[in-house]
């Protein structure tokens, strides 16, 4: 086959990163929704939609990647949009994030062994010397983390909080990002740190942890201006994440060039510039320069993200966790601070302890 006729496409969950593919790559890549051509579709109404037939999709080859996150639904339409021939390539890791809607899609497929699979487990050189990473692959083999012997030589990049109640756990988060990291660095919380959090609830969920560190960190001085919706009060300064794609909602950078262009994709980050009593409308720049109008009416779209959920965490310089998971650990450039409540940091061990032990038992089943 000539390769400067393959037809390739990337296929990603989020359309940041379908974004920073095509920039990296120089070839067009987009999210599986978009390829589909049901973007524009309700996920709740999609899953009804049990005969929903996608467009059809011309191509060589698709790499699909981050396929944990895929459910059966999406699996299914995907399957049926490719043409006899394609080459499909699936990318994920099935310990990682799983998806929201129903099925294991990745973890099945590689159970089933129906389909050639290569497992990447090898640690290099570089990476050896991450804490990050020797303690997610700890954590996957159901072992404790590194002990501080253990620790000796190795890249300070992951510290272990272990506090015994939620409200300590608070504390320390606010602590953390209000100045506490000084000494490791000149980290500024808006350039640098993002808190993740597994659930949107209870106190450490994402709605309290949004409304604590706003608070601590963009607190109303009398001057700023702000909105009440639905619940939450967006103020200017704010920091908020874009929650579902958007295809249509214009744009423009304020630049030499002037551009201009529509669409906001799902999980992309910015900060509130201007809150318009007279136009109604929110003001947000995001973290790519683009500037949009919200309408009030508009607002269900965005969301603080001080806190977000482990799902909608993107690549930040230095992350502060609590109650996290492998994907949560793994997902980190440079520092990161976890914080467990004692019993379920224990929990989250001992499940990934069980799980190593159930694929050793069932590999020697197989055999």
């Excluded at 000539?2 to 987009?30: C, D, P, W």
């Excluded at 109404?45 to 059966?72: R, W």
């Excluded at 909602?249 to 002037?258: A, N, T």
């Excluded at 992350?319 to 450039?333: D, L, M, P, V, Y």
Aim: charged residues 30%.
């Amino acid at each position: 086959m000539n390769k400067e006729k393959i037809k390739l496409y990337f296929v990603l969950q989020h359309g940041r990163a379908a974004k920073k593919m095509t920039e990296t790559t120089g070839k067009e890549a987009s999210t599986l929704h978009r390829l589909l051509e049901i973007g524009k579709v309700d996920d709740d109404d999609l899953v009804k939609q049990y005969n929903y037939e996608g467009s059809p999709i011309d191509a060589d080859v698709i790499i699909v990647d981050e396929l944990s996150m895929v459910d059966m639904f999406l699996m299914n339409y995907l399957l049926k949009c490719i043409y006899k021939g394609t080459k499909l390539i699936l990318v994920g890791d099935s310990d990682q994030l799983a998806s929201v809607g129903p099925g294991s899609v990745l973890k099945d497929l590689i159970s089933s062994e129906k389909i050639t699979t290569i497992h990447l487990d090898k640690i290099f050189r570089q990476a050896a010397k991450s804490k990050i990473i020797l303690n997610a692959h700890r954590v996957n083999s159901g072992e404790d983390f590194l002990n501080k012997e253990e620790q000796e030589g190795l890249n300070q990049d992951f510290f272990f909080i272990e506090e015994q109640n939620q409200q300590k756990m608070l504390e320390q988060v606010i602590s953390l990002c209000t100045g506490r990291l000084k000494k490791y660095g000149d980290y500024d919380f808006f350039q640098n740190i993002q808190v993740l959090t597994p659930t949107k609830k209870g106190l450490l969920g994402t709605k309290e942890l949004n409304k604590a560190l706003q608070q601590a960190l963009n607190p109303n001085n009398g001057s700023k201006k702000e909105k009440v919706s639905n619940g939450a009060t967006f103020r200017v300064g704010d920091r908020v994440m874009q929650i579902k794609n958007n295809y249509d909602i214009y744009w423009e950078k304020d630049s030499i060039k002037q551009e201009q262009g529509s669409g906001v994709f799902n999980g992309e980050t910015g900060t509130i510039i201007n809150v318009s009593d007279i136009e109604k409308s929110v003001e947000v720049k995001f973290d790519d320069e683009k500037i949009c109008l919200y309408e009030f009416s508009e607002l269900e779209q965005i969301e603080h993200s001080y806190s977000i959920t482990i799902h909608k965490a993107q690549r930040k310089r230095v992350w502060c966790c609590n109650n996290g998971n492998t994907t949560s650990i793994t997902n980190a450039s440079y520092k990161k601070f976890i914080i467990y409540w004692n019993y379920e940091g224990k929990k989250i061990i001992n499940n990934y302890r069980k799980k190593a032990s159930s694929k050793f038992y069932d590999t020697k089943c197989r055999q």
